[in-house]
């Protein structure tokens, strides 16, 4: 699992390449939105456009970071779920809960609105 991270004004884009399966490299990517929200940040998009498969460990990384986010009144926004992942998304209902864009610039620039 590979992450990126890049700012778009003031919004955190972390682009992350690979499975989320469990094991370090998820918990690398809730470590990441601690900092983040450390340091002040509060609008973090996760684009998943690289993210070949996730399984229900990489969902509650997901579901922890929104979380962390929350705590702060930060918001996290999905963008580029593949259809693997997308069918994950909705059978956990999951779609329900987070605003899912096509693009991470898309979701960046919602934060704008």
Known sequence: MAIKKEM????AVLTLKGKLMGGPETTAI???????????TKKVVLD???????NSTGLGMIMASST???SVDGELKIAGLQDKARGLFSIAKLDT?????GTAERAAADFQI
Not at 8 to 11: C, G, L, M, S, W
Not at 48 to 54: A, D, E
């Open 97 to 101: 809960v987070f605003k899912i864009y």
């Open 30 to 40: 809730h470590d990441q939105v601690k900092e983040l929200v450390d340091g002040g």
């Open 48 to 54: 998943l456009t690289k993210v070949s498969w996730l």
């Open 8 to 11: 778009i004004d003031d919004v």
């Open 68 to 70: 962390t986010l929350g």
